[in-house]
């Protein structure tokens, strides 16, 4: 089922309420929408439509603080090479978080940036924030031979804020979706090379468990069930 079929509203709030645990940019837009940009277009126009606080001027993306400041996150793009360029999209706002979600689309490859809506402050991350039950941490799971990297990472909230707690990236394998058990365990699947007809080597498990123990992040096969 494509999220096209979902209205505005239903999609902001999926997005804002982290419903989705995993994202897949082209399978928000309309099946006439063809390209990368063009969808990234689509999905802002429609969350922008429900948020008053965020708008957009021509390459700049102005989102309103909560003491009224004007934060501002602007396209870039390099006047010698003008393949590299750099475009935001705002896809929500992360109550939970305190923060505003943006897609960010690279000439090659993408990545996503959480904005601190206290302050503006923005930090990127390599894939899509799935957050966890109590919404202390996010998890981050990319798998690419491409131009993204292969990354699993763990991310505390703190208001806005996000601090790097845990982070691998896997050379035999890829995550794949992953999904909270617990607000202390990450299943992590390693199907994440699927797509590239790429089979695990034997020893490689279908998935691992990513668990908290103590103050360490620990990734273990043998948790797995």
Not at 12 to 41: G, I, T
Not at 92 to 110: C, F, I, K, T
Not at 125 to 151: C, I, K, Q, R, W
Request: include cysteine; hydrophobic fraction near 40%.
């Amino acid at each position: 089922m494509r999220y096209s079929l979902l209205s505005a509203l239903s999609l902001c709030c999926a997005l804002a309420s982290n419903d989705l645990q995993a994202f897949d940019l082209m399978a928000l837009c309309p099946s006439e929408v063809k390209n990368y940009l063009r969808c990234s277009e689509w999905v802002e126009a429609e969350a922008l439509a429900n948020n008053p606080r965020v708008y957009r001027q021509g390459d700049a993306l102005h989102i309103q603080g909560p003491a009224g400041q004007d934060f501002v996150i602007r396209n870039a793009s390099d006047p010698a090479d003008e393949l590299q360029t750099t475009r935001f999209a705002y896809l929500s706002y992360l109550p939970d978080a305190h923060a505003h979600l943006l897609y960010v689309l690279l000439h090659e490859g993408n990545a996503f940036a959480l904005v601190n809506a206290n302050t503006g402050v923005i930090q990127g991350v390599d894939g899509y924030p799935v957050m966890s039950p109590n919404h202390s941490y996010f998890a981050v799971a990319s798998a690419s031979l491409d131009y993204n990297p292969t990354v699993l990472q763990i991310w505390r909230i703190n208001s806005g804020d996000f601090s790097l707690e845990y982070s691998v990236n896997p050379e035999e394998w890829g995550p794949g979706d992953v999904v909270w058990l617990d607000e202390a365990t990450l299943k992590v699947p390693t199907d994440g090379y699927a797509s590239y007809k790429i089979a695990l080597p034997a020893e490689v498990p279908k998935h691992f468990h990513l668990r908290l123990m103590g103050q360490q992040w620990t990734l273990s096969p043998e948790l797995a069930q």
